[in-house]
């Protein structure tokens, strides 16, 4: 079964700052997606991201881009440039390609605390 | 397009009631997913759909909890009878093969 780890519970940054975000996947596919959601406050759970695994591109929109490093299994987030409205729990996932690869496996989430 | 719908956000009832929580996909995708989120327990799914088709109902925790999706733009999750560990955001997601998107979630609290 796949797994998705983030070993930061929680990080802060300075407005106008980058910050990155870490995560780490296990699994034995080669074909799969992996995205980063967003959760603020209000509990919505925003679409920040997605990268597919066959592409070696880093994917990127806007002040957010991912390092993505297959044969390492890590896949974080980078943002740049960083304002109030960044701060959250931001949660890595994961989705095989498969026939059946409809579950997103989630991480346990990183707090994000942006200072002004 | 005004993204998934869920009702009602909040929801508070008494342990031993029955709770039907609801969702309304974005028009044109095929699949549906049921989430809870849990500080103890994080995000997990229950149950998704594809073309009004339940797939995987491996999620659901007990036979307490039953969900439907009559067509392809309605369902529901129902817990019968509640219990206070049922206490929860429930989120409901709908999407392609690609991308899932959430819906605002259902607080709910148990008595």
């Known amino acids: 079964a796949q797994t998705v780890t983030q070993s930061q519970p929680e990080m802060s940054v300075q407005e106008a700052e980058t910050v990155t975000l870490s995560c780490t996947y296990d699994t034995s596919e080669s074909d799969y997606y992996l995205f980063w959601y967003k959760q603020p406050p209000s509990r919505q759970m925003i679409l920040v991201i997605r990268q597919e695994a066959y592409k070696q591109q880093n994917a990127t929109e806007n002040r957010f881009s991912v390092n993505f490093q297959k044969a390492a299994k890590s896949f974080s987030l980078k943002i740049s440039d960083s304002q109030l409205g960044d701060a959250a729990m931001y949660f890595c996932?994961?989705?095989?390609?498969?026939?059946?690869?409809?579950?997103?496996?989630f991480g346990a989430g990183t707090i994000l605390r942006v200072k002004s | 397009d005004a993204g998934v719908i869920q009702s009602p956000r909040h929801e508070v009832t008494e342990m031993g009631q029955e709770v039907t929580l609801r969702c309304k996909p974005i028009s044109g995708h095929d699949y549906l997913f049921w989430y809870r989120q849990t500080m103890m327990r994080g995000l997990e799914l229950l149950i998704y759909f594809n073309n009004n088709v339940p797939i995987d109902d491996s999620g659901m925790p007990e036979d307490r909890f039953s969900a439907k999706m009559p067509n392809a733009s309605f369902s529901t999750l129902k817990i019968q009878p509640s219990e206070p560990r049922d206490s929860a955001v429930y989120f409901c997601?709908?999407?392609?093969?690609?991308?899932?998107?959430f819906g605002p979630g259902t607080r709910l609290l148990v008595l």
């Open positions: 997601a709908s999407g392609s093969k690609e991308t899932q998107y």
């Open positions: 996932a994961y989705r095989s390609r498969g026939e059946y690869g409809n579950k997103l496996v």
